[in-house]
């Protein structure tokens, strides 16, 4: 699976490479295409007292700001060029489609930033995602009525909850994510991605199905939440393949540090079985910053590690007799 931007200015090559990288068709982003279909710029589309022009400026009156106003959903905007050119090109194709969207918490947090009071900020924020979560849950239904899909809300912003003087509670920051998951899980799968080092008592307790991380060493740490997390039917996204600095140039170094992730956190109690049987392989990031070519070969090295945790999984089943 992919986590969703890429660097294409071609809405055509973008989704042909999307419809063929990945077991799990992953609708994308194109920031570099327009800067309106950044991840904040294209969650802010439709709001009260916020402009986003072409390029992806972005204008906001903060007292204009009204939790109570409605989101309208302009799918014909350019912040949603790639959705709607992958749902127009998208065919017949068979299985299920993911797609990403910025959470509330991080939306809220880049509000504040805009000076919108913290309150309003991230009452504005959980408006805003819940709005334009259910009209492209609606968009994809229609336009792909017979494939299921993956809906994986990106917080980025859940890295500091824990830190001194971040902007919510976690309680509160936890109760603005379930509420956004809600939208979803009737009719999606639903999931987060950090890709930053997370709590992850806060990730499982906000009571996502798809948990989209980094395959760093750090998780070992959280060994007892993954455990639990896989044992209640949870599924892990592991971003295996670095996307921040230097690019691997083969699978030899992501499936050594995978394999060594896996073996430490089967030494402090998680199931080798569970561990390979619910796990998708993904890029620990969006590709939006790299040049087309190194975001094909990262693809391609994710689609071979996903080929041998595939191997592993059905290798353990047979052993188990499942």
């Known amino acids: 699976m992919a986590i969703g931007s890429l660097p294409h ?31 904040i710029a294209q969650a802010l589309v ?3 007292g916020v402009t986003v022009g072409q ?23 350019d912040a949603f060029g790639g959705f709607r050119s992958f749902l127009a090109n998208a065919g017949e194709f ?18 504040q930033r805009a000076g919108v009071r913290s309150e309003a900020a991230f009452d504005v924020a959980m408006l805003a995602v819940r709005a334009h979560t259910t009209k492209l849950l609606e968009a994809v239904a229609q336009a792909l009525p017979h494939n299921e899909q993956i809906v ?10 824990l830190e001194p003087g971040f902007s919510v509670a976690p309680d509160v920051a936890m109760d603005l994510l379930s509420g956004a998951l809600a939208i979803i899980e009737p009719v999606a ?48 996204a592991w971003g295996a393949v670095a996307t921040d600095g230097p690019v691997p140039m083969s699978a030899e170094r992501p499936w050594k540090r995978l394999c060594e992730l896996w073996c430490q956190l089967v030494q402090r109690g998680c199931s080798p079985a569970l561990l390979r049987q619910q796990s998708l392989i993904t890029p620990e990031c969006g590709l939006g910053l790299h040049n087309s070519a190194v975001a094909e070969r990262v693809l391609r090295i994710n ?10 999984a059905a290798a353990t089943r047979f052993s188990f007799g499942a």
């Not at 689609?303 to 592993?312: K, N």
């Open 152 to 161: 994986v809300l990106d917080e980025p912003g859940l890295g500091a909850l």
């Open 9 to 39: 200015r071609s809405l055509t090559d973008a989704v042909a490479l999307s419809l063929t990288a990945t077991d799990i068709v992953t609708i994308p982003t194109l920031p570099r295409r327009s800067p309106a279909e950044s991840m």
């Open 94 to 111: 068979a299985g299920p489609v993911k797609w990403q969207f910025v959470g509330p918490i991080t939306l809220g947090l880049a509000l």
């Open 46 to 48: 439709g709001l009260s």
């Open 55 to 77: 390029y992806g400026a972005i204008a906001v009156d903060a007292t204009r700001i009204d939790p109570h106003s409605p989101v309208r959903t302009d799918l014909d905007h």
């Open 189 to 236: 799968v639903a999931g987060v991605h950090c890709c930053s080092d997370a709590d992850w008592s806060s990730l499982v307790s906000s009571g996502p199905t798809l948990l989209s991380v980094p395959a760093r060493m750090a998780l070992v740490e959280s060994a007892g939440y993954i455990q639990r997390f896989l044992e209640t039917g949870g599924w892990i």
């Open 303 to 312: 689609a071979e590690l996903s080929a041998r945790v595939r191997d592993q």
